[in-house]
């Protein structure tokens, strides 16, 4: 069966596979981080300029996506019409574009390693905002890890230099473009859990794959840049800045790829062997995406900032184990529903009837009243019923994940 584009029977754990999904993955996150402090951090040309427009950026990294979603919303034979309200569509876009831009912005005050450890902290803001939008209820270990991260995040940031090296030449005014940094980072945290959490909430309103929401978003996304380019008056600036140094246009491209890439692996890794996996890989990238940045890009690390960093990937490491350990056990019950939700949804596009049965497992049967031999309830299998919690954790968390 077809759940919006994704076969609702998990792919066999077979270590190629996972060799695929865990090497393809962190390549194209480090490839995402690493082209994208290049693109904001890197003067072009004998002029040494600077690239300004961060909104370009954005539209062009969307557009992409736009193309991407659509090809597969068309491959899998699912409709190209929007399924929820066009305002809930607006909504996430303008928050996912405005949690990009600071993110961007960011990088012109305060370095990559300082902008990737305070992304770790977007749990808090997740966290907020799902207890406000969807009720929902969070364990201590949770709070404790929110907790870790923030305090391993502060140490680095005051044991060590967290500025951008273009603003490290008037050693005055460091402290000022520190506080711009940073309060940019807290916009992108916010504007970021707020996107993760209303994404969460239109797909469990509304009947849709994450290739339809993904396509109207990333749609929605760039009318929205391309008309914040044109009242910044940005628009003329910024394909000037291109035509003058063309090779931006290879490292838009390049970060584009990466970007659209590891959403799709994303949605593979999580479908297929779980949130853990994907979890993993994130804290190892975002490990490699420090080392790799202090490499290239010649940051420097006192202890207390390595101190620092190594607490925060030890609390997203407890944490991702921890949560698996809970989805284990916890989470059969929301996969039931999420595979039944997807059953109801294809047997009305066939217009067909669903019925629940009445086993404790919530079994599902398709019966069309024009075939009585379809009257019987159909059994999944022992070993279907066994991987169903990775397809329900897949819809609710890949968006949460994406790159920005």
Known sequence: MNCGGLDCESSTRNPTKVIFCFGGLLTALICYGVFQERIMTTPYGAEKEMFQATLLL???????????????????????????????????????????????????????????????????????????????????????????????????????????????IVPTLRYGYASTGALLLILHLGFDGFASTFQDKLFHSHQMSSFQQSLHVTLWSSLLSFLGLLLKGELLPAVSFVLRHPDILVDMTLLSIAATSSQMLISYTIKSYGAILFATVQTTRQFLSILISCILFKHAVTIGQAFGTALVFAALMYRAYKHEGRTSKDGFKDSEAQIDKCREDEARREGKAYEEGDTGTSKASLKNPASPQSDAPRDLGPSTLGKRRRIGMFCTCVHDLCPR
């Open 58 to 168: 954005v539209c062009y990294n969307r557009l992409s996506t736009v193309l991407v979603s659509a090809s597969f919303v068309v491959f899998f034979g699912e409709s190209l019409k929007p399924v929820g309200p066009l305002r809930n569509y607006a909504a996430v876009s303008f928050a996912n574009i405005a949690a990009t831009a600071c993110q961007f912005e960011a990088l012109k005050y305060v370095s990559f390693l300082v902008q990737t450890l305070v992304k770790t902290g977007k749990l808090f803001p997740v966290m907020i905002w799902g207890t406000i939008m969807l009720k929902k209820k969070y364990k201590f270990r949770d709070y404790a890890a929110a907790v870790a991260i923030l305090l391993g995040v502060t140490i680095f940031l005051l044991t060590g230099e967290v500025t951008a090296r273009s603003q490290r």
